[in-house]
């Protein structure tokens, strides 16, 4: 702040003038200072445009705006006449996505669409990876068997008996999961055929290895078994995530809905905007800092930077710090979402990142600084 008098050209009206013995004016950085700067046709939204008070898309700082609206239409919406977005209608979106506490429990709606989607993606992926391991365990280790049988028999150039056996192409067993399943089922119908070319073969350790007609039938229907799954488990997965973005889309439209409304119920000027987590359009102020910055270990050389929503920022802004390679801070991209991933990075080296939340009004103080060592 710095001290003015009457000849200072400061006018009356500044809403950063202070009027006292002394009299001063607060600067950018001071508690309670409010941007100045004109803001063109800040109630005139341009579609496709990063514009004031924009609906965020991220589904993270989506819910966090939601979340700040609620709070503030609980105690304002009767005063402003807020009508057509409330509290209630803003909790019910919000609660679609996030799970409902006093829905039935372990219910979906309990859930959230949100939650569900993910248990819904991690029994494919875990599907997916049963799947591959037996093809890459049980499955290559009894087609292998059965190649090396039939190269006693039809030799190592690829001809008509390979071809009889399932090996229609090359003398070897597919990488292919479906490739696989097929030659299990050439397998099982060649030995059923050809039963004196049946055998079993003694394993570095354990019983014997049976190369069977039975032997393929029997893995044959658990690895089809283990397919189906796969197909089952993406299929729930494909329908989750179209209920989950169904929810996310009606939020959004909460959302945007209500930033519509309010720009018919407040002025441009109005300090109100600031509670529904909105800056105010006339005279935007900085945002909030972020408070919380964390470090993750995502993969080998790869950590994930998390971050909380900063109220009024529109994006953030990282810096990164590498020890023994860099000398100070240096800023690494301008990002909207609350997380980022940094790649490539040399597991056992030590890590240091902050965020400065920013927005039309200017920028937060830095957020607290994480350091970590990069996991291999």
Not at 221 to 248: H, I, M, P, Y
Request: some cysteine; hydrophobic content about 40%; glycine content about 6%.
């Amino acid at each position: 702040m710095k001290a003015v008098t009457w000849d200072s050209g400061v006018t009356w009206d500044d809403p950063n003038l202070r009027w006292g013995d002394p009299s001063y004016l607060l600067e950018p950085g001071d508690p309670g200072y409010v941007n100045t700067a004109p803001i063109l046709d800040a109630q005139q939204p341009k579609k496709g445009t990063k514009t004031m008070n924009e609906t965020p898309e991220n589904q993270k700082v989506l819910l966090a705006l939601a979340k700040e609206m609620r709070a503030a239409a609980a105690t304002l919406q009767d005063v402003i006449d807020l009508y057509h977005h409330r509290d209630t209608t803003l909790n019910a979106a919000i609660l679609k996505l996030e799970g409902d506490p006093a829905a039935a429990p372990g219910s979906n709606a309990n859930k959230g669409s949100q939650l569900v989607f993910k248990m819904c993606e991690d029994a494919a992926k875990d599907a997916r990876t049963a799947m591959k391991a037996l093809s890459d365990g049980e499955v290559k280790k009894l087609l292998t068997a059965y190649r090396d049988v039939m190269e006693n028999v039809h030799g190592r150039m690829h001809n008509a008996g390979w071809a009889a056996a399932g090996f229609t192409q090359k003398p070897r067993v597919p990488e292919k999961h479906d490739e696989r399943q097929t030659l299990l089922a050439a397998m099982r119908s060649y030995l059923a055929a050809n039963t004196g070319h049946e055998a079993s073969l003694p394993q570095p350790s354990g019983p014997p290895l049976a190369v069977t007609a039975a032997a393929a039938l029997a893995l044959g229907a658990t690895f089809q078994a283990a397919r189906d799954l796969v197909n089952t488990q993406e299929s729930d997965q494909a329908n989750c995530k179209n209920l989950r973005d169904a929810d996310k889309d009606a939020l959004f439209k909460e959302v945007s809905g209500t930033i519509d409304e309010l720009r018919g119920l407040l002025a441009a000027d109005d300090a109100r905007w600031e509670a529904f987590g909105l800056n105010i359009p006339a005279h935007p102020n900085p945002p909030e800092a972020v408070s919380s910055l964390t470090a993750t270990a995502v993969g080998a050389g790869k950590e994930e930077l998390a971050w909380t929503r900063a109220r009024r920022a529109t994006y953030y802004r990282i810096f990164i710090k590498i020890e023994g390679v860099d000398a100070d801070f240096g800023f690494l991209k301008r990002d909207s979402d609350l997380d980022h991933t940094l790649p490539n990075l040399t597991p056992g080296t030590t890590i240091s990142a902050y965020v400065i939340a920013a927005n039309d009004g200017g920028e937060a103080a830095p957020s607290p600084t994480v350091t970590k060592v990069v996991g291999a």
